[in-house]
């Protein structure tokens, strides 16, 4: 597995990463010693599956504020949004709410103009002091 504790970017973009590849990322995400800040998936066919994967990879993480992708290349449908979202405000109950992730700042391209409305919503409360609140 990954153990690298200094690793801030990472730039995976145009390679061929399989649902287990991101699963091995995944496990990394929700570690101790991740530090990772950035994560780059442009020109990277995601799809549904890799979007739930990375989704879950990110609950408990508190390092990851970026993650960038090509919305329209991305093979991403109402699926793997609804991943992304309940990632940011899971609301099956009060106590998941609280817990979700509250640091990712951003999800999509640069300005996030593909990025749907709920989501870019749930980011932009994460930008503010205690979100789970307003959320």
């Not at 093979?75 to 405000?89: E, K, M, P, Q």
């Not at 509250?102 to 709920?118: A, R």
């Amino acid at each position: 597995g990954m153990t690298n504790s200094s690793l801030e970017e990472l730039f995976l973009s145009n390679n061929l990463v399989t649902a287990v590849g991101l699963r091995s990322l995944s496990t990394y995400l929700q570690s101790e010693s991740c530090c990772l800040n950035t994560l780059n998936f442009y020109s990277f066919n995601l799809g549904d599956e890799g979007a739930e994967v990375l989704a879950d990879g990110l609950k408990g993480n508190t390092s990851l504020s970026i993650l960038y992708f090509d919305p329209d290349e991305s093979n991403i449908t109402d699926v793997g949004w609804a991943a992304f979202s309940r990632l940011l405000c899971d609301t099956s109950n009060a106590n998941n709410i609280y817990l979700s992730n509250h640091s990712i700042l951003k999800i999509g391209e640069y300005q996030m103009v593909n990025t749907p409305l709920d989501i870019r919503e749930y980011l932009e409360l994460n930008g503010r002091p205690h979100p789970a609140i307003h959320k």
